[in-house]
């Protein structure tokens, strides 16, 4: 089935340890996106990439980092940077043509810092 | 840069009831504009979306909104709720003079059902 995956769904990390979050898509969609969900607050976006090997800070970029060295992977590493890093976190793609400017979400990943 | 209010936090409805859940938009044109509904510890499933023509459009399960551009608004309607609705809703904006890029979402408005 095409979709977007993401792995895992529950992480939790020490205080001062970095984390590495598993976005995979095969719906064959330029764009991928990381956003992070707290309560009350919607969705904010951390990082997108339009295109292989390019990507660009999105409005909360501090403390993460990303990497797009294949159409279909967009990891995301919450540093020990990130003071807050306790979220749900989302990946979302988009493509081209009629569907292009249509925004789809995977499960979702829960980070807790213990 | 464009932003987007839904001013009710929490909604209750009663099975069978009508709903509407608000929406208002600031872009200077006319954006791109979804509905995404989320069930608890899940992702966003999109329900609608408006980008041209038709101001009333229809969605997925039962649901259509309404765009409003004199009143900036794209509420979300059903005529009957059932008591699966019930999850976050998310209004969403988009601009497209670059190309949809930054989606930017409402805090959401969370749906109760009663019997």
Same mark, same amino acid.
């Given at each position: 089935d095409g979709g977007i995956t993401q792995s895992p769904k529950y992480l939790f990390r020490k205080e001062g340890q970095n984390v590495t979050l598993s976005c995979e898509q095969?719906?064959?969609?330029?764009a991928m996106y990381w956003y992070r969900q707290d309560p009350g607050q919607g969705l904010r976006l951390i990082y997108y990439s339009q295109i292989v090997n390019d990507f660009q800070k999105g409005d909360i970029a501090e403390g993460y980092s990303v990497s797009r060295e294949k159409k279909e992977s967009f990891p995301l590493t919450v540093t020990s940077?990130?003071? &807050?890093?306790?979220a749900f976190y989302l990946c979302a793609s988009k493509g081209k043509g &009629?569907?292009?400017?249509t925004i789809y979400f995977g499960e979702g990943s829960w980070l807790t810092v213990v | 840069a464009q932003s987007v209010t839904q001013p009710d936090i929490h909604i209750t409805v009663s099975e069978g009831a009508s709903l509407e859940l608000r929406c208002n938009y600031s872009y200077g044109a006319t954006p791109y504009l979804f509905w995404y509904v989320q069930s608890p510890g899940q992702g966003l499933q999109l329900l609608l979306k408006y980008f041209?023509?038709?101001t009333l459009v229809q969605g997925i399960k039962g649901f259509e909104a309404e765009f409003k551009r004199s009143q900036s608004s794209f509420n979300l309607r059903k005529p009957s709720v059932h008591w699966s609705d019930a999850a976050e809703y998310f209004c969403a904006v988009g601009a497209p003079d670059f190309g949809n890029e930054k989606l930017t979402f409402g805090t959401g408005t969370r749906l109760t059902i009663i019997p």
């Open positions: 095969n719906l064959n969609h330029d940077a990130q003071k &807050n890093p306790t &009629n569907s292009g400017n | 041209s023509g038709d």
